[in-house]
């Protein structure tokens, strides 16, 4: 939006005294000129907000720019692309009869500095409304018809289209269904045909009548934007490798600052052959969340007992965020090999390369449990 601006500058005239009374005529001659210049100017900054003032007072007439008194009626829906600016807002409002013209509705828009906060999406309005009215529609947030849904970092396919499905109009079946082509709706062709670990979490509007295959192709792009942004493709590790790691990373590090250390445990634990023994790989294959894994289940035979294997789990184990992309790639120097978060409550985590340490790190787990 273009907000018109009047801006004035206070303009004095300055010199300074002379001794000599000759000089101060000239001086005082100076002056009065520069006065009348000053009243000149003032008198024409004057005309121009009152012209200004004139012109708005016009425009708001019914000849100048006429307006429906609303509060309107029936139902139309009208969507805001991103990128619009509130003209293009008001020409879409003015095609579908929302508003009587365009110029009441930049009046408007004009004297509210919140105009330019209109969010991409769909908006439920109505039909002959007054400007005022149209424009306080689009910035009530409870006038969108769209869903919003907040996917957090670290969920599971499963857990991540029950929370679409919850959060949508699109059955859980429907997400399910559709995912069987997820190649065809963006999955990258290095991820097995595993659409476990690239359905990206974020935030997603969903607009009216949207498909599960277009949510899902949805999240498929923003995982390419992503993964591009981390250089998750430009590594000598396989890509679908780094998202591995990249989802033990989430699953294991509890705080943001952790996530490269973590990153360079897998690293230097793989460098050595040492198997891996994450409980985030065993609750992953006992479809569980134990914050604490028993004996037992330690046993459990599958490839993503990372207790029983050695080596990477076959795929990722969750939807990993930017953060734990970025550490995948770039871990932290270090010559940790053993981990614990000591401190269940805090998150704190420590951080060794030696077996001694570690087993003391277990103890101060134990006591704080």
Request: net charge positive; glycine share 10%; proline share 6%.
């Amino acid at each position: 939006m273009t907000e018109l601006s009047v801006w004035t500058q206070d303009q004095r005239p300055t010199g300074r005294r002379s001794r000599r009374k000759k000089k101060d005529h000239k001086g005082g001659l100076a002056v009065v000129l520069a006065l009348v210049l000053f009243l000149v100017v003032l008198g024409g900054a004057t005309a121009l907000v009152l012209g200004l003032g004139s012109k708005v007072k016009g425009a708001f007439s019914s000849s100048n720019a006429p307006d429906y008194p609303g509060p309107g009626s029936g139902n139309v829906q009208i969507e805001v692309k991103t990128g619009q600016s509130v003209a293009d807002i008001g020409r879409t409002l003015k095609a579908q009869d929302v508003i009587k013209s365009l110029d009441a509705f930049l009046l408007v828009a004009n004297a509210d500095k919140e105009s330019s906060s209109v969010q991409p999406g769909f908006y439920g309005m109505h039909h002959k409304m007054s400007a005022g009215d149209a424009l306080a529609a689009l910035l009530d947030p409870s006038a969108r018809i769209q869903s919003r849904v907040t996917l957090p970092e670290g969920l599971r396919l499963d857990e991540t289209l029950k929370r679409l499905a919850s959060g949508t109009t699109i059955t859980l079946a429907d997400y399910e269904k559709a995912l069987k082509d997820a190649r065809g709706l963006g999955l990258p062709s290095y991820a097995k045909v595993n659409a476990e670990g690239f359905l990206f979490p974020a935030t997603y509007d969903v607009p009216p009548k949207a498909t599960a295959a277009g949510v899902l192709k949805q999240l498929f792009a923003s995982y390419g934007l992503a993964a591009g942004e981390a250089g998750v493709e430009r590594t000598k590790r396989p890509p679908y490798e780094i998202m591995t790691i990249a989802s033990l990373v989430e699953a294991e590090a509890r705080h943001a600052a952790d996530y490269g250390k973590v990153a360079r445990v897998v690293y230097n634990r793989l460098a050595q052959g040492m198997p891996l023994q994450f409980d985030s790989t065993v609750n992953y294959a006992l479809n569980a969340d134990k914050q604490i894994v028993t004996h037992q289940d330690l046993g459990v035979n599958s490839p993503y007992n990372t207790y029983k294997h050695p080596g990477l789990p076959p795929g990722p184990i969750n939807s990993p965020g930017r953060a734990a992309m970025e550490a995948a790639v770039n871990p932290a120097p270090g010559d940790w090999l053993y981990f614990v978060t000591t401190n269940p409550k805090t998150g704190e985590t420590k951080f060794t390369g030696q077996y001694s340490e570690f087993l003391k790190f277990k103890k101060e787990l134990k006591s704080n449990q």
